[in-house]
């Protein structure tokens, strides 16, 4: 496969969706706070009205709305109180024409009420009579049975990434535990004569291992479950061994370096004398990110990612992203519109027939935000850090242009919900 023919990020997208849209992962069933970051195996109903009994959002009075009709400051309507709603217990007053009872925020609301006077627009005379002096519309302050989710309810799709969000919702419900996909196992293996670990002190051409960390936390922030094999020097036969280890161990496996042509790139031919399928696309149109491999060994897919770490980062959460999502049954988007829309604050080049990714820092003005684009190449770590997200140029475009409206993506574009 000739390195130069690079394939189009588009054509990679449907590639990776195709090889691995059927490979989905087991599942597991998990209690309800161990779901965090973890992905819905299957669609989660409600099994109740939530909440179950209309109840009020104010402190105030539970009353009849039609009983209202005409109240203002100058005309009260005048009331009999005849009780108070006890926080957590049922209603046991019934609501007639002109009573009133005093009810707390998310008490019962008792039956023959349909609305709520808020504290500010009562006045209590004696401990008998109420004076209303605003009128009340049917429901209002109130939440009715089943207004949040009604028993039978979609409450969380299969696919899904359960945030804090959806933990409080299922809690509501009463869910203690859901089925989710058990986590992907992922070897994360580094290569280069020249890298150390970062608790060595470089020598002379040296560096530190950089790509082992930033990738693993970016992998471990997907869900993953990473296992690190740690820094290969350049040996074809060591870097073999390694890989055949983490192959038979993993479901996934990500190399960081060695994906070049050069003489000690080891990487092509190791994975050409595993079992196949084997390589399926060497070059990848897009920058950063030229040198990336993707291959397959029987059902477990290999990335080969740059050695710059900037690089590096960026097409493993454009691509590997990707790659997990499908591992995890979940549909990726793509074109991702999660992000945040901002304005250009400069003209950006960008030569056709490639997908550019600029890192982007985002400036707040005074109608919103300006993108700010943090050029650099790919090696530059404060790039990388100093950025906000990236903005996307597609392969169709020779740039954006100082004013354009663009949407910056975050490092780890989410699946569609």
Known sequence: MDFFECMEFGKAQELIDDRLGKNIV???RVE???ALGRVTAEEIRAREDMPPFARSTVDGYAVRSADTFGANDAAAALFELIGEIAMGQAASMEIVPGTAVAIPTGGML?????AVVMLEYA?????????????VAPNENVIVRGEDI???ALIVKAG?????RHIGMLAACGCQQLMVRKKIKVALISTGDELVDISEIPAVGQIRDVNSYSLSALLTEMGCAVEPFGIIKDSYERFLDCLMKAVADCQMVVISGGSSVGTKDFTIPAIQALPGPGIMMHGLAVKPGKPTIFAMTGSVP????PGHPVAAFMVCSQLVARAVQRLNGMQPADHPNNGSPAVLSRNIASAPGRDDFVNVRLVPQANGCAAEPLI???GLLMVLMQSDGVVHIPAGKSGLYKGETVIVQTMTAGAER
């Open 160 to 164: 899904i990434q359960i945030t804090p």
């Open 376 to 378: 650099g190449k790919s």
């Open 302 to 305: 290999i990335f080969g990612l």
């Open 123 to 135: 006045e209590q005379p004696d401990g008998q009579t109420l004076l209303v002096q605003r009128m």
């Open 110 to 114: 008792p039956p023959g009420a349909d």
């Open 26 to 28: 087991g599942s597991e």
């Open 32 to 34: 309800l706070l161990l």
């Open 150 to 152: 009604a028993a039978g």
